[in-house]
C-alpha cells in the first residue's frame, strides 16, 4: 500500500517516510537501501548576496543545505539529493536551439540508410519506421545501428517507437540465428550528443554478447540472485513494492513503473516487465512522451537489458525485462552531467522522484 502524508511529498522527507511506513514495508525498504540526510552550512559574503538571491531565492536559503543521501545495497547503486537542486524547475529550456541544430543536421548519411550505410553480413532488418545498419564502429563483433526514418529524434509517435524495438528485437534475433554463442542481447538509445550520439539523426543501437552478459547486467543479475539467497525474494518484486509503498511506483498496461531512489542520473525511470511486449512498448513511449512533452526534455538514454536469447550456464530465473530510462541535461549546457563523483563514488542528482512520479502519473496513468 502507498505511504499516505499530508502535502506534497520530497525526496528530502524521505527519512520520515520511510520511518512512518507499516513494519513490513520498512523492513523491505532497509533490506534494499540505506537513507541518510545531513546538513550542509555555509557562510557567504556580502557580495555574493544578488547572485544567490537570483540563482536560489534567498541567502538564508542557502545558509543550511539538507542533502539526503541513498543507497542501494544490493547494487550498490547511490545518490545525493540536495535541497536546493531539488527546488529547481522540472522543466527545462533552450528547446528551439536544439531544434535548430536538429534541422541543420537534416540529409545526413541517415536520411539516406540504404546507400550511406554499410549493412550486416546477414543482411537488413526493413521496420515501417526504421531500417538497421552494420555499426561502423563497432561496440561488439555482433553491432548493429536501428536508424528511424524520421530525422528529429524527439519527434515520435507511439507506433514509431513500437516499431523502433520490434526493429532491434529482429536484428538481435537474426543475429543470434547467425552465430548461435552470440545470445547476450543490449538494445540503447542514445538521443542527441549530450546523450552520447554522435550522429544527431534518430537512431537506437542493438549489440548481442557472447560467453557473458554486459558487465551491469550480469552484475545485476549476481546481485539479485544473492538477495534472493539471502531473503527468499525476489530482488525485483522487492525493489518495485518498495517504491509502491512510497508512492514512486505504480501498474500501467501490465508494466510495473517507478522513479528509482538511487538514479545514475537525473529523472531515472525503471520499467519492469516479464516480455517485451505492447503494454511495454506503450509505456516507453508514454514516459518518452511525458519527458519531451511535459518535463522539456531533450536528451536522454534509453537501455532495455535482456535475458539470453538461449540457454545458459547461468541462473536468469526471476530476471525481467528490464528498461531503464534517464534525462542526459540540457543539450546547450558547457557543464558535463556526468564527472568523478558519478564515475567513482555516487550520483549527484538534481531532480526529485517524487516529482517525476507525479508528472508521470498524469501522462502514464495508472490501473
Known amino acids: 500500500m502507498r505511504a499516505k502524508t ?35 552550512r555555509l557562510n557567504p559574503t556580502p ?11 534567498s541567502v538564508d536559503a542557502v545558509r543550511q543545505q539538507k542533502v539526503v543521501r541513498v543507497t542501494n545495497l ?9 535541497e536546493l537542486r531539488s527546488r529547481r524547475p522540472l522543466v527545462m529550456g533552450k528547446r528551439e536551439e536544439v531544434a535548430g541544430i536538429i534541422e541543420e543536421e537534416r540529409g545526413g548519411p ?9 549493412e550486416d ?27 528511424f526514418n524520421e530525422h528529429d529524434p524527439l519527434s515520435f509517435t507511439q507506433e514509431a ?3 523502433y524495438i520490434d526493429t532491434g528485437l ?10 548461435e554463442e552470440a545470445k547476450y542481447p543490449f538494445f540503447l538509445w542514445n538521443c542527441l550528443w549530450r546523450a552520447g550520439a554522435s550522429i544527431v539523426h534518430g537512431h537506437a543501437q542493438v549489440v548481442l554478447g557472447r560467453g557473458i552478459h554486459y558487465a551491469k547486467i550480469e552484475g545485476l543479475r549476481r546481485a539479485a540472485l544473492a538477495y534472493g539467497q539471502k531473503t527468499g525474494g525476489n530482488y525485483f518484486d522487492d525493489l ?47 514516459v518518452l512522451d511525458c519527458y519531451v512533452r511535459e518535463m522539456g526534455v531533450s536528451s536522454f538514454n534509453v537501455a532495455i537489458c535482456l535475458p539470453p536469447l538461449g540457454p545458459t550456464k547461468e541462473d536468469w530465473s526471476g530476471f525481467p525485462v528490464l528498461v531503464r530510462i534517464l534525462d542526459r541535461g540540457d543539450p546547450m549546457s558547457r557543464t558535463v552531467d556526468m564527472a568523478a563523483m558519478e564515475l567513482y563514488a555516487s550520483s549527484v542528482v538534481s531532480s526529485d522522484p517524487f516529482q517525476v512520479m507525479e508528472a508521470l502519473r498524469e501522462v502514464v496513468g495508472e490501473e
Open 6 to 40: 499530508e502535502g506534497k511529498k520530497s525526496i528530502t522527507d524521505l527519512p520520515d517516510l520511510v520511518a512512518a511506513l507499516p513494519t513490513r514495508d520498512r523492513e523491505r525498504f532497509e533490506r534494499i537501501f540505506v537513507v541518510d540526510s545531513s546538513i550542509g
Open 161 to 163: 517507437i513500437a516499431d
Open 240 to 286: 518495485f513494492e518498495v517504491h509502491e509503498s512510497l508512492g514512486l511506483g505504480m501498474a500501467a498496461d501490465g508494466v510495473r513503473i517507478l522513479a528509482y531512489l538511487a538514479p545514475i542520473k537525473d529523472r531515472e525511470i525503471l520499467l519492469l516487465s516479464e516480455t517485451v511486449d505492447e503494454g511495454l512498448k506503450k509505456s516507453v513511449y508514454k
Open 110 to 118: 541517415f536520411c539516406r540508410p540504404l546507400e550511406s550505410t554499410p
Open 47 to 57: 557580495a555574493m548576496s544578488g547572485w544567490i538571491e537570483e540563482y536560489f531565492g
Open 121 to 147: 553480413t546477414f543482411g537488413r532488418i526493413q521496420g515501417k519506421h526504421s531500417v538497421t545498419a552494420s555499426n561502423i564502429a563497432k561496440f561488439d563483433a555482433l553491432s548493429g545501428v536501428v536508424i
Open 74 to 82: 544490493v547494487t550498490m547503486e547511490g545518490s545525493f539529493f540536495n
Open 170 to 179: 529482429a536484428w538481435l534475433r537474426k543475429a543470434h540465428e547467425t552465430e
